[in-house]
């Protein structure tokens, strides 16, 4: 396997958070923590805190076309997480620019509903993401419910409901799927893997903690920044690695967010806890 030192670029497709948690700001906190150089391009700006999400209002599909083709004539990415997608035009957008630069990996966070409950898009988004952005990622990482808005069905209960859930993911396209657990009860918090060559459990314990705000976009955004840090001749097996690694930095990122004090609310995870 081969060595190459290069700092790799990462770029995040996503709404953006006031509260620092969630949305770009957690995906470039997380692209920094990991040892990646983060980039951006805003599909909406909401108005939103710990507590809840006020109002969401998306920025034209127009404006976020001008603003990938520009960065990608300048910038090599090695991967790309795309996080918020509110409208079949813009995932269109995004699909179309992205078939034209190819980055090594596209990663997608079907980002559906807020960990308040809030629902962040509408049908037609709903429908976008699942028929465009789904074929054209490389991993996606849905949670139970938004697994289930994905597929139309009632979310899983269960260990056995998952696996259950886990080939009707894979028959939408992405080689990869992370398929989330944490929305079940009990002491553990174990995520479901598909991959080309069968699926595999992801367990981890449970933390007991309120601080689940951007949880999703923090673990979509480090498999991205662990994706891209693989060489070219990485072994098969290297991008199952590279999400167990993300899930594991996650997981103490979790550990870490009482050290933070943000918000009445759900607050965030730890990015940086391996640093201060």
Known sequence: MSID?????????????????????????????????????????????????????????????????????????????????????VAEVIADVLRQNRPRWVVLDPVMVAKSGDILVGDAGIRAVRDILVPLADVITPNLPEAAVLLNTEPPTSLDDMEAML??????????????????????????LATPNGHTWLPASRIATDNLHGT???????????????????????????????KQWLHAALEASARLNVGRGRGP????HAWW
């Open 5 to 89: 030192s290069r700092l790799r670029n990462v770029l995040t497709i996503a709404g953006s958070d006031p509260s620092g948690g969630a949305g770009i700001q957690a995906d470039l906190k997380t692209f920094s923590a990991l040892g990646t150089y983060g980039t951006s391009v805003v599909t909406a700006l909401t108005v939103q805190n710990t507590c809840s999400v006020a109002a969401v209002y998306p920025v034209s599909a127009q404006v976020i076309r001008e603003q990938l083709a520009h960065l990608l004539n300048d910038v090599e990415l090695e991967a790309v997480k795309i996080g918020m997608v509110a409208s079949r035009e």
């Open 167 to 192: 080939p009707a993911l894979v028959e939408l396209g992405a080689p990869y799927v992370v398929l989330k657990g944490g929305h079940l009860r009990g002491d553990t918090c174990p995520d479901l």
């Open 216 to 246: 999703g976009c923090a673990l979509s955004s480090a498999i991205a920044a662990c994706l891209a840090k693989l060489p070219a001749d990485a072994e098969a097996s290297a991008p199952k690695q590279a999400i167990g690694e993300a």
């Open 269 to 272: 995870v730890h990015h940086f």
